[in-house]
């Protein structure tokens, strides 16, 4: 049994991490970034309407409040993920416990985390490459060159790590049976 606390905590190390990226993902303003300096972002939850000569008139900013379809669907899967994370952590503390069996939905939880994130990644790069996003700044320039923002790429992060935690639950799994 001690042989696997190493893995068991890699496991706990990594869907931590994961929770993290994902959380602080769902909440920065920027998974869509417009290019240039001062220039306003957007984000599944939360955006910043720019500063400067690139801010984005406020009436044009609340505009974008209401989400897309696939803005949506980005935002349900993320609280999946967050969700699922939230109880493969719940396993991993349970996992310390010599007398719980919690492999199995340590391993569960973990993939179901990842398969979240992984299809609120896709539909977002798919659905964004597809939608034009122009927007009038108040000196009237037109802002129109859209790139994914650093909220997406921490998203992408988090779903390396709960891949992760997914390879090493599997790891857990794997030792204990090897110990019985």
Not at 55 to 60: A, M, S
Not at 145 to 162: E, K
Request: positive net charge; proline residues 3%; aromatic residues 16%.
């Amino acid at each position: 049994m001690a042989s696997s606390s190493p893995v068991k905590f890699v496991y706990g190390l990594f869907i931590i991490i994961a929770f993290i990226f994902t959380l602080i993902a769902l909440f920065t303003p920027a998974w869509r970034s417009y290019k240039g300096d001062g220039a306003p972002t957007f984000g599944v939850v939360t955006r910043d309407c720019g500063h400067g000569y690139r801010k984005v008139f406020d009436w044009d900013c609340q505009k974008w409040a209401t989400k897309y379809p696939f803005e949506k669907i980005t935002l349900a899967l993320l609280i999946l993920a967050l969700f699922f994370e939230i109880m493969a952590i719940g396993c991993f503390f349970g996992l310390l416990s010599p007398r719980l069996r919690l492999q199995m939905p340590a391993i569960s939880l973990s993939f179901l985390a990842f398969i979240s994130l992984f299809a609120a990644i896709i539909i977002y790069a798919v659905r964004n490459e597809k939608k034009t996003a122009y927007l009038l700044s108040q000196t009237y320039e037109l802002l129109a060159d859209t790139s994914l923002g650093y909220s997406y790429w921490l998203a992408l992060i988090a779903t390396l790590f709960a891949f992760l935690a997914t390879a090493s639950a599997g790891g857990v799994v794997s030792k204990m049976t090897a110990v019985e």
